[in-house]
């Protein structure tokens, strides 16, 4: 399972980091996404890391140079560091892991993501 956290209250032009903490998920065989639905609308995958060696990234157009995804040496722990933030970021934050060791993440479709998080929120507001 994946768990998120990191949420919170954050000005516009903030930061905030997320964690996704995979229990029992070796992070090599997964590729993990990070998604957001704000409400009315449909929930969007912002960024993913791939699982393997090289760990290849994927970035939404509306957070490139703003929001760097990562993982931990141990392969257990997935970050979203988001800078600059705006109020169009507000919204539900949820992590998802899809199994592979070979494919990218980019190539994965939502419904393939077997594990969820529950979500943490994130709001930028003044």
């Known amino acids: 399972q994946v768990v998120e956290s990191g949420g919170g209250l954050v000005q516009p032009g903030g930061s905030l980091r997320l964690s996704c903490a995979a229990s029992?998920?070796?992070?090599?065989?997964?590729?993990i996404g990070w998604f957001r639905q704000a409400p009315g609308k449909e929930r969007e995958r912002v960024s993913c890391i791939s699982g393997g060696s090289g760990g290849s990234t994927s970035y939404a157009d509306s957070v490139k140079g703003r929001f760097t995804i990562s993982r931990d040496n141990a392969l257990t722990t997935v970050f979203l560091q988001m800078n600059s933030l705006e109020s169009e970021d507000t919204a539900v934050y949820y992590c998802?892991?899809?199994?592979?060791?070979?494919?990218?993440?980019?190539?994965?479709?939502?419904?393939?993501?077997?594990?969820w998080g529950q979500g943490t929120q994130v709001t930028v507001s003044s």
């Open positions: 998802a892991a899809a199994r592979s060791p070979i494919r990218r993440c980019a190539t994965f479709q939502n419904e393939e993501y077997s594990y």
């Open positions: 029992g998920l070796n992070l090599y065989y997964y590729s």
